[in-house]
């Protein structure tokens, strides 16, 4: 497609639950990013894949977080054991390296109840 | 490692007036840096991107930017705004290399234009 797509767009899920959240990027983009907005809250770096690169994960909050990427493609983001402070917007973005610059999907929106 | 600093969260200011909106970064080495708006209810667009080159930058909606990398800055600038720039702004920054280029967000500044 021409922009990146995340599904579901929205998720409700019991506490205690997994959840798998899913981006397609942009066909092309080496570069994927995930991210985490908590309401009324700046963006919070989760995860970053850069083409064959080893992952940048240093910002999942904890082991019950994990993403992958296969290739240059679609990404998941899984979520484990979910708690209630994991309910927030979770926002997936694709770049070409050499541009920078960083398109986002409309994100999921968890809540954990 | 990078990061950002959005020295306000919340900028009000009356319709037609020109508004200024804080960034300030910490990196070790070169950067990319970026703009980025929110509006209500809806997802995050590039409003414009500073890569190499002028250091003045120019984006949409009558946006600019100017990158001081002395001052180690990049201050979004509008002469005067409209209601419908009221949202959500971020200023964003990246490294061009390798696992380094992961995209480093402030904690954004609420614009809130006023009739």
């Known amino acids: 497609g021409a922009g990146v797509s995340q599904s579901p767009s929205n998720k409700v899920t019991e506490k205690g639950k997994d959840v798998e959240l899913r981006c397609d990027p942009i066909s092309g983009h080496t570069a994927l990013y995930w991210y985490r907005q908590r309401l009324g809250q700046g963006l919070e770096f989760l995860i970053y894949f850069q083409g064959n690169s080893a992952p940048d994960k240093s910002g999942l909050p904890s082991d019950r977080f994990s993403a992958e990427r296969t290739g240059e493609s679609v990404s998941t983001l899984t979520i484990q054991r979910t708690q209630q402070e994991d309910s927030a917007v979770y926002l997936c973005?694709?770049?070409?390296?050499?541009?920078?610059?960083?398109?986002f999907g409309q994100g999921t929106r968890l809540t954990v109840v | 490692a990078q990061s950002v600093t959005q020295l306000d969260s919340q900028v009000p200011v009356f319709e037609e007036a020109p508004v200024e909106l804080r960034c300030n970064y910490s990196s070790s080495v070169s950067v990319y840096l970026f703009w980025y708006v929110q509006y209500p209810n809806q997802g995050l667009q590039l409003l414009l991107k500073?890569?190499?080159?002028?250091?003045l930058v120019k984006g949409i909606n009558g946006f600019e930017a100017e990158f001081n990398k002395s001052q180690t800055s990049f201050h979004l600038r509008k002469p005067s705004v409209h209601i419908s720039d009221t949202a959500e702004y971020f200023c964003a920054v990246s490294a061009p290399s390798g696992n380094t280029g992961k995209l480093i967000f402030g904690q954004g500044t609420t614009l809130q234009v006023k009739p």
């Open positions: 500073y890569l190499s080159g002028s250091t």
């Open positions: 973005a694709s770049s070409l390296e050499s541009q920078g610059e960083a398109f």
